[in-house]
């Protein structure tokens, strides 16, 4: 299950200087108002879906384990479609890594041992992506619009947007393509995703404290779009970071964000580049592994729980991007380094105990 291009995209862009920002609707969308409810929510739904996949399982079943995941059409059930949907949605914009929650998960919850239902589990956690890639459409849908009308030549600030967004996602895309087998095959298990949490939350920590990921509101200018102000050398560079998310646990997030950063571009228009870029890449990897194997998804599966799978999916992450983009305003990303430490340490003691498939 790739997170990160399995489809090689090939477009032509040019060399011309970015377009400089002109005071327009295409302006980064206003701080959203986070009250204190909603940060309570979001922190209580993470905890809750660490605390439910940890108890999903327990021992007394293992003796049972392989005639209950047989086949992964009577593993699954509307409830726990529903928790992976919650897992995609909170997980996949924030720089935690979807791939590594959502791969944790479903061992927990039993989807899959043999071959054929693992390939149709991972296929289902691509489809479900669906859910999250809509709420980005829905949350930023001038920008897309925008795009749309560079298209045909009726937005210069859309057309460079459109540029920059492919040439970020054709680095994943072409090494996606050509490693994609491999990278399952070596990385999709628990140690790799354990030691990619721990080193990405000391790699946000070390950088937080180094002064090296500056606060959203420290860059706010009126009247300036900074994410117009992305170059095609600066897309590229990122684009080569987000490779790094290959790895799963890394977070495709993660990387963008961090890419974005180090070559000077601002916290506000990295984390909103973050989101588009997301969009593009799961929008193909999406695609690609429903033409693929989308048959499988709909016999193991069926059509019902892809559904619940994906509209969970789609409000919650609706939920997790408001309140990234309104706790960047005032807050540094160090709560999302502790808390990968954190789910690092609580996966590893999972794996030791044997809850947890190595």
Request: glycine residues 10%.
């Amino acid at each position: 299950m790739s997170r990160d291009g399995r489809l090689a995209l090939s477009r032509s862009s040019d060399n011309a200087a970015p377009m400089r920002p002109t005071p327009t609707d295409l302006s980064v969308p206003e701080p959203l108002v986070v009250e204190h409810r909603m940060i309570r929510a979001v922190a209580v739904l993470l905890g809750a879906v660490f605390l439910v996949v940890s108890i999903a399982r327990p021992a007394a079943a293992a003796s049972v384990t392989n005639l209950a995941a047989s086949t992964t059409e009577t593993a699954m059930t509307a409830w726990k479609a529903a928790l992976l949907g919650i897992v995609e949605g909170v997980t996949e914009y924030l720089p935690i890594s979807s791939t590594g929650h959502l791969l944790v998960t479903s061992d927990l919850l039993g989807l899959g041992t043999t071959e054929e239902d693992i390939a149709a589990a991972n296929t289902y956690a691509i489809a479900i992506q669906f859910g999250a890639i809509l709420a980005v459409a829905g949350l930023f849908w001038k920008r897309f619009r925008d795009m749309l009308l560079g298209l045909v030549g009726r937005s210069p600030e859309g057309r460079h947007l459109l540029i920059v967004l492919v040439v970020a996602f054709a680095p994943a895309a072409v090494l996606g393509f050509l490693f994609d087998d491999l990278i399952e095959q070596k990385l999709f298990s628990a140690w790799p995703i354990i030691a990619a949490w721990f080193v990405g939350g000391l790699l946000i920590l070390g950088l937080e404290r180094a002064g090296k990921i500056p606060r959203r509101d420290s860059d706010a200018e009126p009247g300036r779009d900074r994410l117009l102000e992305i170059t095609v050398r600066q897309a590229f560079i990122i684009g080569l970071v987000q490779c790094l998310a290959m790895w799963p646990g890394t977070s495709r997030s993660l990387a963008a964000i961090l890419g974005a950063l180090l070559v000077g571009v601002s916290m506000g228009a990295a984390v909103e580049f973050s989101f588009l870029l997301g969009f593009v890449t799961l929008t193909a990897a999406s695609g690609y592994s429903l033409l693929s194997d989308g048959g499988a998804l709909v016999e193991q599966f069926g059509l019902v729980n892809p559904l619940i799978g994906l509209v969970f999916a789609f409000v919650s992450a609706v939920i997790a991007i408001k309140w990234m983009i309104g706790y960047l305003q005032t807050h540094s990303l160090a709560i999302f380094g502790w808390y990968r430490i954190v789910a690092a340490g609580l996966t590893a003691g999972l794996v030791i105990s044997g809850a947890l498939a190595a």
